[in-house]
């Protein structure tokens, strides 16, 4: 089934350079990149982005960090595209992602773990208009 869902470069993804090597990951998948945008994102938008982990002990450092730097954010659509790109990044601990997924090729980290993708397409909705709303930030 064809899905849309939500890649994100994080700070530390972007600050690393590591955007371009995200790209050619989902491209050479053969994934699409439908829409992209480069946000320097408000801490309202992340809580946001994040709502479903508040209340977590990890949340406060979550939103600050992804409110520090700016972020590239993709809409990502192809077959099943919510379980490929999952499959794509790897687990969320990069210390767990295996060799040859995203995190477990450039992260040691979980809170610095380089991206985040939506995990459900009900989530990949919900937050592509969330970090696409002109208020979520600008550059
Ligand atoms: P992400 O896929 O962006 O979704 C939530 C983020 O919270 C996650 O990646 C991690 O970067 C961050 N995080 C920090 N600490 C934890 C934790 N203990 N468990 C899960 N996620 C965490």
């Given at each position: 089934?064809?899905?849309?869902t939500?890649l994100?470069?994080?700070?530390?993804g972007?600050?690393r350079?590591?955007?371009g090597e995200v790209?050619?990951?989902?491209?050479?998948?053969?994934?699409?990149?439908?829409?992209?945008?480069?946000?320097y994102?408000?801490?309202?938008?992340?809580?946001?982005?994040?709502?479903?982990?508040?209340?977590k002990?990890?949340?406060?450092?979550?939103v600050?960090?992804?409110?520090?730097?700016?972020?590239?954010a993709?809409?990502?659509?192809?077959?099943?595209?919510?379980r490929?790109?999952?499959?794509?990044?790897?687990?969320t601990?990069?210390?767990?992602?295996p060799?040859?997924?995203?995190?477990?090729?450039?992260?040691?980290?979980i809170?610095?773990?380089?991206?985040?993708?939506?995990?459900?397409?009900?989530?990949?909705?919900?937050?592509?208009?969330?970090?696409?709303?002109?208020?979520c930030?600008?550059?």
């Amino acid at each position: 089934m064809n899905q849309r869902t939500l890649l994100i470069v994080k700070p530390d993804g972007v600050s690393r350079g590591l955007i371009g090597e995200v790209i050619r990951r989902v491209e050479q998948k053969g994934l699409h990149i439908v829409r992209l945008r480069m946000i320097y994102p408000r801490r309202k938008c992340m809580e946001k982005l994040y709502d479903i982990h508040k209340g977590k002990s990890f949340f406060e450092d979550l939103v600050s960090f992804m409110s520090s730097g700016p972020i590239v954010a993709m809409v990502v659509e192809g077959d099943e595209a919510v379980r490929v790109v999952r499959s794509l990044i790897g687990p969320t601990d990069g210390r767990k992602a295996p060799p040859g997924t995203i995190r477990g090729d450039y992260a040691i980290s979980i809170s610095r773990n380089v991206v985040h993708a939506a995990d459900s397409l009900e989530r990949a909705e919900y937050e592509i208009e969330v970090v696409f709303s002109e208020e979520c930030g600008d550059f």
